[in-house]
């Protein structure tokens, strides 16, 4: 079992920065790749990044690409994403998710077992 917790959500004014963190527990955090979501109301889920175990490899959706960038802490047992320049488009609730299935950065959310109650992110213009 994880249990994964984020914080670091808020109310922030387009270009400025927001650092979102979560921290897990249960289950040896250095073994399983991490991975953003976020959800924007009214519709689906998306993929925002991943990244392996160890912290080395990381995948991003092509859209956020050099404004989002995800990392880890194994000592902390926390994945962080770090957002910069943001933007309204990129109000959403956030949420991090375990992958300890299999070490693929996948985007597909259904490879992600674990999933934390997430955390909203407003983003106002």
């Known amino acids: 079992q994880v249990q994964l917790v984020e914080s670091g959500g808020g109310l922030v004014q387009a270009g400025d920065s927001l650092r979102l963190s979560c921290t897990a527990s249960?289950?040896?955090?250095?073994?399983?790749?991490m991975g953003w979501f976020r959800e924007a109301p009214g519709k689906e889920r998306e993929f925002v990044a991943a990244i392996s175990r160890s912290g080395i490899t990381t995948n991003y959706a092509d859209s956020l690409k050099g404004r989002f960038t995800i990392s880890r802490d194994n000592a902390k047992n926390t994945v962080y994403l770090q957002m910069n320049s943001l933007k309204p488009e990129d109000t959403a609730v956030y949420y991090c998710a375990a992958n300890i299935a299999s070490l693929a950065l996948t985007a597909s959310s259904s490879s992600y077992g674990y999933w934390g109650q997430g955390t909203q992110v407003t983003v106002s213009s």
């Open positions: 249960g289950r040896a955090f250095s073994g399983y790749v």
